[in-house]
């Protein structure tokens, strides 16, 4: 009888202690979100778009970002080091970086950008660039659009963006170095210039889905399928595509865990003509 009121005592502290968890990631979750760019906004700025956001645990390490500097439109999507609150807490620190360059401060191109990032993120992480020193960092895509010019401006960390145009997939990869420290000598980051043209289809994206384990000989889904996969739903109304995607991902993964946070932001440009 004793050994059983025991056990009894120690399920209910185990279970009050896994609610309490529970309830304080639903809380950090609802905090993340709340930084994450509104649905309005995004409406009001890309009326013609999508976020399809899948988060490995309740919170993640993947963000999206938008914003308008002036006439420029700013996008941008970020995979950080880690998930779940890890992984959130290096989110937070992206999307507060990326808000106090683009909002508060200034900036040339695209790539000028995401070098300020890094000096932020090595700063905030006190990064050094020794041998034996965490690498945490930031994957990111980020797009500065003109819509006077029609020019988009690319900087990628280690991310790429995907423009679809008349069926025609065009990439741009990004640099092979993270934002924070790398392996490497840290560079300067690239930018590319790309003319846009009206009804260009742009996707911006985490490793998340392409790493995703499924099928019937559970291996990984891949980026060619992935791009095929966004050629061909690239015609679709942009609600269509994220159904499309979400049940392609879904449908892939099957009963597997996911791995990681998922990710894919497609938006389809106007011109102003």
């Known amino acids: 009888m ?23 990631l639903r809380y950090a979750s609802y905090i993340q979100q709340a930084i994450f760019p509104s649905n309005t906004l995004i409406n009001r700025l890309l009326p013609d778009s999508f976020v399809f956001y899948q988060p490995r645990e309740v919170v993640s390490g993947d963000f999206y970002y938008i914003s ?3 006439d420029l439109l700013i996008v941008g999507v970020g995979d ?3 998930h779940g609150v890890p992984g959130a807490l290096m989110s937070i620190l992206g999307i507060t970086f990326l808000n106090e360059i683009i909002v508060h401060g ?17 700063e905030a992480l006190r990064q050094t660039g020794g041998d034996f020193e965490q690498k945490e960092g930031i994957d990111l895509a980020l797009c500065i659009i003109d819509p006077k010019s029609n020019m988009l401006s690319f900087a990628g960390a280690f991310n790429p963006v995907y423009i679809i145009r008349d069926g025609q ?8 170095m993270p934002v924070g420290v790398g392996a490497e000598e840290e560079l300067c980051f ?3 210039l790309h003319e846009l043209s009206n009804n260009d289809v742009i996707y911006l994206f985490t490793d998340g889905f392409a790493d995703q384990f499924g099928g019937s000989y559970n291996r990984k889904f891949k980026y060619k399928p992935f791009r095929e996969m966004l050629s061909g739903i ?14 392609t991902f879904n449908d892939w993964k099957g009963n597997l865990q996911q791995l990681d946070d998922v ?7 106007r011109t102003s003509d």
Not at 19 to 24: L, M
Not at 111 to 122: D, Y
Not at 234 to 247: G, H, L, V
């Open 2 to 24: 004793k050994n059983n009121k025991l056990l009894e005592s120690e399920t209910k502290f185990f279970q009050r202690r896994h609610d309490e968890n529970s309830e304080s």
């Open 68 to 70: 308008r500097k002036n």
């Open 80 to 82: 950080c080091t880690g």
């Open 106 to 122: 200034s900036f040339s191109s695209a790539g000028s950008i995401l070098n300020q990032m890094r000096e932020h993120v090595m």
């Open 169 to 176: 997939l065009i990439e741009i990869a990004g640099d092979m």
């Open 190 to 192: 690239t930018t590319h």
């Open 234 to 247: 690239s015609t679709m109304p942009m609600p269509e595509q994220k159904s499309n995607i979400e049940k």
């Open 263 to 269: 990710l894919v932001f497609g938006f389809r440009y």
